[in-house]
């Protein structure tokens, strides 16, 4: 790493704000593009919620626990010369199962399947294949995901199916989380296609899954590889306390460890930070904004890695994981089976789940998921953490704040914004994203 003197005697091409996954992704693009510039983030690691660890002989992941494989992301992984530490998803995972009654349903897009399937009744079987002859307009306003299904699909299907599944990927409230934001597709079929189910079946050929990847040893494999590559531009325990825009380029004032405040120049800003630590720094250029970004939603998120000998939990569903309606009033939102996914996580003659829960007791979670299993066995591991921001939160009215995210950039070019409450949770795409942004400044600053 530089030292300090000469950190602050330089000027930058870019600054980059957050070591998350994001802002390593950002940092990456643009070294190896031949740009100047560092990162700055504020804890004394980088990573983000990207946080792995091996206890033993169980690998842990205790914020992303898979991705799926983007175009950009496989390239990245490539050039990191992290092939050979690739996991890549068990075939069986493309099995996901939902929790309804005490029981394990199978969660498949084959109609025969549906019919066949207890998990729905008679009526609810029934709105869902008669959905494309639905005439029910949407109105112009931003629907919340409940309101869009239950009249397209109606209320059961709303709750056995397009809950659960929103409650695993966002830990949300289908009765605030915007349809727009969090289902895109779904909104557009219904304009393009009047039908839900009709552009499914017109998109299907598009529709083929991603390849889902893990590394060994966990994500912290991806991170320490672009802490590596990045060494010589990361500042971590920074603290950024004021950015302002002079003549050409914008002032950044910076406290790295115990020095004094220094201010750093730079062309370009690439915030990947949180909407709440972002929102003090750009008061100053748009208060109604950074009044919006401080009052987003995060959602807290406790996660608990817990194992079972295979013998004592045959009731196990043989897939991805399982997900629980909110009307089965479960201590718990969901469990991957990772050991099922990715068997190096584990023992062989071990089932490790990862358990997602918000705010039960660890006894209360444990209780509940034996129930669910069907098992009396106690488990043989456990290793749980702890997320106080761990998802933000897409509720209906999110478009106005990315509208006026997309008119701060306008107004303050070069100062780009980034990060999951944008573009989004998923690590491919936040990846994706980061390519995409340094190839437009990098359009914009020649290299030297």
């Known amino acids: 790493m530089f030292d300090l003197k000469s950190l602050m005697e330089n000027k930058y091409d870019y600054i980059v704000l957050g070591g998350g996954i994001a802002g390593l992704s950002a940092a990456y693009f643009l070294k190896k593009k031949g740009l100047n510039g560092i990162l700055l983030e504020h804890s004394l690691s980088v990573g983000g919620v990207l946080k792995s660890e091996i206890i033993g002989d169980y690998q842990l992941d205790f914020g992303a626990n898979s991705a799926s494989l983007t175009p950009e992301f496989e390239n990245l992984i490539s050039d990191l010369n992290l092939n050979s530490e690739l996991l890549t998803a068990e075939a069986v995972s493309n099995k996901r199962f939902l929790v309804s009654n005490n029981e394990f349903h199978a969660v498949e897009p084959n109609p025969i399947k549906i019919l066949k399937s207890k998990l729905l009744t008679a009526s609810a079987k029934l709105k869902l294949f008669t959905e494309s002859w639905r005439k029910n307009k949407p109105n112009n306003q931003d629907e919340s995901v409940a309101q869009f299904v239950t009249r397209r699909f109606g209320k059961e299907i709303l709750e056995k199916v397009f809950d659960p599944v929103l409650s695993g990927i966002y830990a949300g409230d289908v009765q605030r989380l915007s349809m727009q934001q969090v289902m895109p597709s779904l909104v557009q079929w219904e304009k393009d296609f009047g039908s839900i189910t009709k552009g499914v ?72 930070i949180p909407s709440y630590a972002l929102s003090r720094l750009i008061f100053n250029f748009d ?26 939990v045959p009731q196990l569903p043989q ?86 995210a997309v008119a701060f950039e306008k107004n303050y070019p070069n100062f780009y914004i ?18 995409e942004l340094s190839e437009k400044i990098y359009s914009i600053i020649p290299p030297h």
């Open 201 to 272: 079946f017109k998109n299907a050929k598009g529709m083929k899954p991603r390849k889902i990847v893990n590394f060994k040893g966990g994500f912290s494999k991806l991170i320490n590889a672009l802490e590596n590559n990045l060494k010589e531009e990361i500042y971590c325990n920074a603290s950024t306390w004021k950015i302002e825009k002079a003549d050409n380029t914008f002032e950044v004032t910076v406290k790295i460890g115990t020095e004094e405040n220094k201010v750093l120049h730079a062309k370009n800003i690439i915030s990947t």
């Open 287 to 312: 208060n109604d904004l950074g009044e919006q970004l401080y009052n987003i939603e995060y959602t807290p998120m406790h996660v608990l890695h817990i194992a079972f000998k295979k013998t004592d």
């Open 319 to 404: 897939g991805f994981g399982f997900l629980v309606p909110s009307i089965e009033n479960r201590k718990f939102l969901g469990a991957i089976n990772q050991s099922l996914i990715f068997p190096e996580k584990a023992p062989r003659d071990v089932a490790l789940l990862t358990v997602f829960h918000k705010h039960s007791s660890v006894e209360e979670v444990i209780a509940d998921l034996k129930s669910v299993l069907k098992t009396t066995a106690q488990p043989i591991f456990q290793e749980k953490y702890f997320w106080q921001h761990a998802l933000p939160q897409f509720n209906v009215g999110y478009k106005n704040i990315l509208d006026n």
């Open 418 to 435: 980034q990060g999951n409450w944008r573009t989004g949770v998923a690590v491919g795409n936040i990846v994706t994203n980061a390519n």
